[in-house]
């Protein structure tokens, strides 16, 4: 795939939506720290559902500490690995009160040092609440950016630096959101939806369906 291609590719997805967001709600860069961090292994959909009542009760770091690990677990016991999440988060929000004055910090290396924080997680916060060129790769991204060949690797690890490298510039800031939808609703695990997909003719997927 060469760089008309892909230029055309996010040309497409752009016009198709402007202004592509996250799925999960927030109002701060701490809100977003803490739904990204519930929301590994677990759906936009729930992590919303316990976010909406745990967030007018705690959305502040030391909001959070004083709720506490048994207190954050009786909001977010429908996600997936609850109990960890939730001492992770504490942790986490304990640290930024500790380290950063209750802020949530907008550069990479300060923010894995925090509790339960990996690379993903941290490049979510900084494109999404700092506006800083940067590409989380999930299984959406992987998967999206592996069958239609535009950045194709191994691992996620090398499927982001690929990325980083070869989406055009002025595609760059918005390319995660796009890709993570696009793979969410049109270019599915199971069944993508090539039928229904705007970048078909350009894709070089070779087991297209006609849905």
């Known amino acids: 795939m060469n760089k008309e291609i892909r230029t055309e590719i996010f040309s497409r997805l752009r016009e198709h939506n402007p202004n592509p967001e996250t799925e999960l709600e927030y109002s701060s860069p701490y809100e977003l720290l803490v739904a990204v961090a519930l929301s590994a292994q677990a759906t936009d959909v729930s992590v919303n559902k316990a976010t909406r009542k745990l967030f007018p009760v705690a959305n502040t770091p030391q909001q959070m500490v004083e709720l506490g690990e048994e207190g954050l677990k009786e909001y977010i016991k429908t996600i997936g690995l609850f109990n960890s999440k939730a001492k992770n988060v504490v942790a ?47 299984t959406h991204i992987f998967r999206v950016s592996n069958r239609t060949k535009i950045a194709p690797g191994k691992n996620v690890d090398e499927v982001e630096a690929r990325l980083m490298r070869v989406v055009p ?19 599915t695990a199971r069944k993508p939806k090539c039928g229904a997909c705007i970048i078909e003719d350009l894709c070089e997927y070779k087991h297209k369906t006609s849905d």
Not at 92 to 103: A, I, Q
Not at 110 to 135: E, I, Y
């Open 169 to 187: 510039k002025e595609f760059l800031m918005d390319a995660h959101h796009w890709l993570i939808l696009h793979g969410r609703y049109v270019c």
């Open 92 to 138: 986490m929000s304990r640290l930024l009160l500790e380290r950063h004055g209750g802020e949530v910090p907008a550069n990479r290396d300060d923010l894995v040092a925090l509790p339960g924080v990996g690379r993903k997680t941290a490049n979510v916060v900084l494109n999404t609440a700092f506006r800083q060129p940067a590409m989380a790769v999930d």
